[in-house]
């Protein structure tokens, strides 16, 4: 299984990142894909996730700023991300989960600095 994460880099207070991860080795439809991320010193946390029925979730923290959805033709899921602040600074992980099986991928930069 190969979860490939892209689209992390520098981006400015308050502008937009297109994060997207690639999934292999699975039958995508049928898991629900989530992004977490960690801040330096912190815990690794929910940011948001889709189910197979595409049924969103997301933290409070990004809520009305963050958009997950998915390509299952694509074998992708996306998280859109507007009016970054500084405090969304971390590495973004992408997961497929479904029952006991629980995926990773290697995990992206994101930077948002002026």
């Known amino acids: 299984v190969q979860l490939q994460a892209s689209g992390g880099g520098l981006v400015q207070p308050g502008g937009s990142l297109r994060l997207s991860c690639a999934a292999s080795?699975?039958?995508?439809?049928?898991?629900?894909m989530g992004w977490y991320r960690q801040a330096p010193g912190k815990q690794r946390e929910l940011v948001a996730t889709i189910t197979s029925r595409d049924s969103t979730n997301y933290a409070d923290s990004v809520k009305g700023r963050f958009t997950i959805s998915r390509d299952n033709a694509k074998n992708t899921v996306y998280l859109q991300m507007s009016s970054l602040k500084p405090e969304d600074t971390a590495v973004y992980y992408c997961?497929?989960?479904?029952?006991?099986?629980?995926?990773w991928g290697q995990g992206t930069l994101v930077t948002v600095s002026s």
């Open positions: 080795g699975i039958i995508f439809s049928i898991h629900n």
């Open positions: 997961n497929a989960e479904r029952w006991s099986h629980n995926y």
